[in-house]
């Protein structure tokens, strides 16, 4: 028994860690979402300062967990996600309605697809 209890406890770590990593995960890109989704909003009603402040606080959430995403997640997703807030400020700088809403869509999915390969789950698995 005692031969198998140290595997056992690092088992039990890495399971820990890949749960508490998908939780924290998933709140991270809700709150980034919620904030994408407020620049939508301001942007639909005109207000392209309000959306851009809105998308510029979001970005710098998002900068500030770069770090952490680029150590436990795929280089490519947080690249791709990081290329569309550009893509989405330059369309607020430009003040392109219908661009701006369709590359926020496909930020706020590229987010939710981020959240969901952290996810602890039998597909992640196999």
């Known amino acids: 028994m005692r031969g ?5 406890i690092l088992l039990a770590c890495l399971l820990s860690f890949a749960l508490w990593n998908g939780a924290r ?3 991270d890109t ?4 919620a904030q994408l989704q ?9 207000d392209w300062a309000g959306a851009a402040a809105a998308l510029s606080e979001s970005h710098e959430d998002w ?6 995403l680029r150590t436990v997640s795929q ?3 947080v690249d791709e996600a ?3 807030y550009r893509r989405c400020q330059a369309f607020a700088a430009a003040r392109e309605l219908s661009e701006f ?3 926020l869509a496909g930020l706020r999915e590229q987010l939710r697809l981020l959240a969901e390969m952290e996810r602890f789950s039998i597909q992640n698995i196999l």
């Open 4 to 8: 198998t209890l140290p595997p056992l």
């Open 25 to 27: 995960i998933t709140d």
């Open 30 to 33: 809700a709150r980034w979402r």
């Open 38 to 46: 407020k620049a939508d909003t301001l942007a639909q009603s005109e």
């Open 63 to 68: 900068s500030g967990r770069q770090p952490y």
């Open 75 to 77: 280089h490519s997703a």
């Open 82 to 84: 990081e290329s569309m």
């Open 101 to 103: 809403r369709a590359e």
